[in-house]
């Protein structure tokens, strides 16, 4: 039984439920806004918010990176762990992802946007009742 247990099953196996989630978080972050259901619009939220901060973890600019590799080829094993983290939190990233320019997407323009942010990401705004089956539907953005 799944007394108390978080999150939203949206009603599908575990299998469909990753890959609705995974195409949602892929164009959201492509599009930065999206209709779905209210339900799909909750359930998606952490996940993006999870890459987003992912993707501020490992951003490196390209004077960062090019500073950090040749502190590394020199023997700064500092500069060489965090050269590692960086290309480990965007493999984590694209692992997620389905389109390797929109990981591309959210380490170079959606990171940076987000630095000084602590959080909440995201925004859900109702967007009214659609008139086939009366399901609430919803707006979700990136702030």
Known sequence: MRHRLPGNRLGRPADQRKAIL?????????????IT????????RPEVEKLITKG???????????SLSEKAKKGDAAAAKEIARAVH????????IFDGEVVKRVFEEVAPRY?????????ILK???????ATPMAIIQLV
């Not at 995974?22 to 999206?34: F, G, K, P, Q, V």
């Not at 259901?37 to 359930?43: H, I, M, Q, V």
């Not at 501020?56 to 600019?61: C, I, N, P, R, S």
């Open 89 to 96: 939190l965007r493999r984590q990233v694209a692992s997620y």
């Open 56 to 66: 501020k973890k490992g951003a490196l600019t390209a004077d960062a990176h090019k």
């Open 127 to 133: 967007a009214g009742i659609r008139r086939g089956d």
């Open 115 to 123: 630095a000084k942010r602590p959080g909440g990401y995201t925004r």
């Open 22 to 34: 995974r195409s949602l978080a892929t164009e959201l972050l492509r599009h930065d806004e999206i």
């Open 37 to 44: 259901t209210l339900a799909k619009a909750k359930a998606v």
